[in-house]
Every structure is written in structure tokens, then in C-alpha cells.
């Protein structure tokens, strides 16, 4: 199962870590401070996701690959547009003498548009940016898929959406037949969706239609983080359209209900719209993150109250 944990204290900059159940995986969403993050946890990110480089959510960068530099591993970038030559200006900012090319490979996925992900690789000493190909997805591994949306916080903010891959069980109650491989190439047909093939069960082929009724599809857990944005209808449209009956999400909730004048001004939300969407998006389960450095704790209580208030109301 997916996991989310919020590394960032109440007043620092956001930072969410993704975590995969038995799994050394890791994954980070955004770059603020993070008090709470282990250099064992930076060390086991695989993936960095940055919805915008505003300072906010990009400022940590350095303090993420100063613990990753030396690990050999290939560590994939997903973000906006442009995001890499802004990867690129912050390695090269630094001397690396000392630094042997083979320390670490950064993949960055440079997100155009849904349709147009430009892939480029960039390693030590020198960190010449290299293109490497355009693609029509973001990112998928053994684990998860990750879906996105991208929206307008007057440029882009890219929300993400982490999939966790379908499991098929059999149901071997249900089968009246001996296991053996053909339970496995039922469920690459299943998957598939090859009705016509032909599955060899003790001696007699049947058809993979015909057997279908002895597996169950179950449906991957879905996380989301939306980071800014501001409260409008072509964002909310992107959002539905990704976020839609997800298990859990978090979204921003920048500002109380009193000051949507700064929300409007700055492109971001605030407490009844975040909560609003999330009820119109039909998740199952929400967090509001990332509030205004200039509240009080009581003001994020007013932030949360107001928030659950428009999440669950008749």
C-alpha cells in the first residue's frame, strides 16, 4: 500500500515523503524544509516530484542531492516546464572535482503538457544537460503509475497522482481444477483482455472468456498531492478529471476563508474551496497541507475546521 508522510513542521516549507509497504521505495513530492526527513529516507528516494520551483517548494533541493551524490544510482526529476535548466543552473553552482561522473545519474521528465514529457539525463563532474527523448507518459515502475495534472498557480503546478498497480486474485474455491501455470496465463489474458485465448487446463482448451469468472480484480490504492493553485473552474476541471473517487488526497489550503483576496491575488486556495473540490471529486479520504507562514496555530485549526466543514457537508 502507498503511504504519505509529511516531513515538513507546521511553519517550514512543504515536503511529503511517498512510501511503498515492504519496500525500500521511496518517493518525495516537493522540496521545502524538511525537519523530519532522515538522510536514510533521502537515500532511499528513487523519485523527486516537484509540482513548481518556487522557492517554497524547491528550496531543499540542494540538501537532497548533497545526500544522494555518491550512491551510483539513476534518480529520476519529474517537473514543469523548464524544470531542466533550473536542475541543471543548481548542480552546476557547485565545484565537484571530487567527484567521480559514475557518483549518480539525475533523469529529469520535464512535463510540457499531457501529452509531451521531454526526458534528459545529467551527471557529475560537469552536468551537461543531455536530451534523451519525448515521451506520452510521466512515470511508471514496478510499484506505481503516476498520473497528473497540471495547473495554474500564474505558471504551472503540476498535482500528482500515484497509482498503485491492480492485483488479480484467483479464486481457487471457485475452479474445480488442479493449479498450475495456466492460472498465471489466465490472468495475462484477464489483464490483456484476450477473451479468444486459448488456456490448456488438464488436458482440455478452454477459452479465457469462459474462465474469467474465477478472477477478481482489485483496485490499486490512488494518492494524490495538489500543491497550488488557484480556485478556478479549467483548474478544477483538470482536477476532477485526475482526483476523482481517489482514496486520499492532500491539497493546499494556503489561506482562511477570511483573506480570499490574497488567494485571489496569489493564485492559491483556501480553506471551504479545497475542501469543496475534494467533495465534488468524491475522495474517499483528504488532508489539507501547506498553510500561509503567517498564521497561528489557531488559524490552522480555523484552517482545518472550515476545510472538513466543506468536505463533508450534506
Known amino acids: 500500500m502507498i503511504q504519505a508522510e509529511i516531513k515538513s513542521l ?33 537515500q532511499s528516494v528513487s523519485a523527486i516530484f516537484i509540482s ?24 529520476v526529476i519529474c517537473g514543469p516546464k523548464n524544470i531542466h535548466h533550473q536542475i541543471e543552473a543548481r548542480l ?12 549518480i545519474e539525475y533523469e529529469i521528465r520535464e512535463i510540457v503538457s499531457k501529452e509531451e514529457i521531454n526526458i534528459y539525463k545529467i551527471h557529475p563532474p560537469h552536468w551537461n544537460l543531455e536530451f534523451v527523448k519525448t515521451q506520452n507518459f510521466l512515470f511508471e515502475d ?10 495554474d498557480h500564474k505558471t504551472d503546478s503540476v498535482a500528482y497522482l500515484f497509482k498503485e498497480k491492480d492485483t488479480i486474485t484467483f479464486n481457487e474455491n471457485a475452479s474445480g481444477f488442479r493449479k498450475g501455470k495456466w492460472i498465471s496465463e489466465l490472468k495475462t489474458a484477464f489483464e490483456n483482455n484476450d477473451e479468444d485465448q486459448e488456456i490448456e487446463i488438464e488436458g482440455t482448451a478452454c477459452k ?20 497550488d493553485h488557484a480556485v478556478d473552474e479549467e483548474n478544477y476541471k483538470k482536477v476532477k478529471a485526475v482526483f476523482n473517487e481517489a482514496d486520499l488526497v492532500y491539497i493546499e489550503s494556503f489561506y482562511k476563508d477570511s483573506d480570499q483576496e490574497f488567494a485571489k491575488l496569489n493564485y492559491h486556495s483556501f480553506a471551504s474551496a479545497s475542501g469543496k473540490i475534494m467533495k465534488d471529486c468524491q475522495v474517499k479520504e483528504t488532508v489539507p ?13 480555523e484552517i482545518e475546521t472550515v476545510f472538513y ?6
Open 10 to 42: 507546521l511553519r517550514e516549507d512543504i515536503s511529503i515523503l511517498i512510501k511503498i509497504s515492504n519496500s525500500g521505495k521511496h518517493y518525495l513530492c516537493d522540496c521545502g524544509e524538511a525537519s523530519l526527513l532522515t538522510v536514510k529516507e533521502i
Open 52 to 75: 513548481h520551483t518556487h522557492i517554497d517548494h524547491f528550496s531543499n533541493f540542494d540538501g537532497i542531492f548533497r545526500h544522494q551524490i555518491g550512491s551510483g544510482e539513476k534518480i
Open 92 to 103: 552546476k553552482s557547485y565545484t565537484w572535482n571530487l567527484i567521480d561522473e559514475n557518483a
Open 142 to 151: 514496478e510499484y506505481v503509475n503516476v498520473d497528473f495534472a497540471i495547473l
Open 208 to 227: 479465457a472468456a469462459d474462465l474469467f469468472y474465477l478472477l477478481t480484480r482489485n483496485l490499486g490504492y490512488r494518492l494524490g498531492v495538489i500543491m
Open 289 to 301: 497541507i501547506h498553510f500561509s507562514r503567517r498564521y497561528t496555530e489557531s488559524d490552522i485549526i
Open 309 to 314: 466543514q466543506a468536505f463533508r457537508e450534506n
